[in-house]
């Protein structure tokens, strides 16, 4: 299984790195966290942000795997505590499906 995160940004801080590297590590040997960073568009003074977003959404979808299965995070979304989460990654290990 494949788990693609696809995220707007480049050149993260070295702690976000450093915990992308410690989650990877503690992924079963099954999945294979890959990550996207998609770029942000430019926010000069005038930019048309929404525009922008839109920019950056279209370039979010055009970056998930064909077959995958999308889960967006959303700060308003369903909380998973790490054992809810854990049953979800489990599911779809099983499944066979790609996440994105």
């Given at each position: 299984?494949?788990?693609h995160i696809i995220a ?67 700060r308003l979304g369903k ?16 499944g066979g499906e790609h996440?994105?």
């Open positions: 299984m494949q788990i707007v940004g480049d050149r993260m801080p070295e702690w976000v790195e450093a915990g992308y590297r410690e989650y990877a590590k503690r992924l079963p040997r099954e999945c294979r966290l890959e990550l996207h960073e998609i770029p942000a568009g430019r926010r000069a003074k005038g930019a048309d942000i929404r525009r922008l977003i839109e920019q950056e959404g279209a370039r979010q979808l055009a970056a998930i795997p064909a077959g995958a299965h999308v889960v967006a995070l959303d909380q998973l505590d790490t054992e809810a989460l854990a049953q979800e990654l489990k599911r779809h290990l099983a996440l994105a």
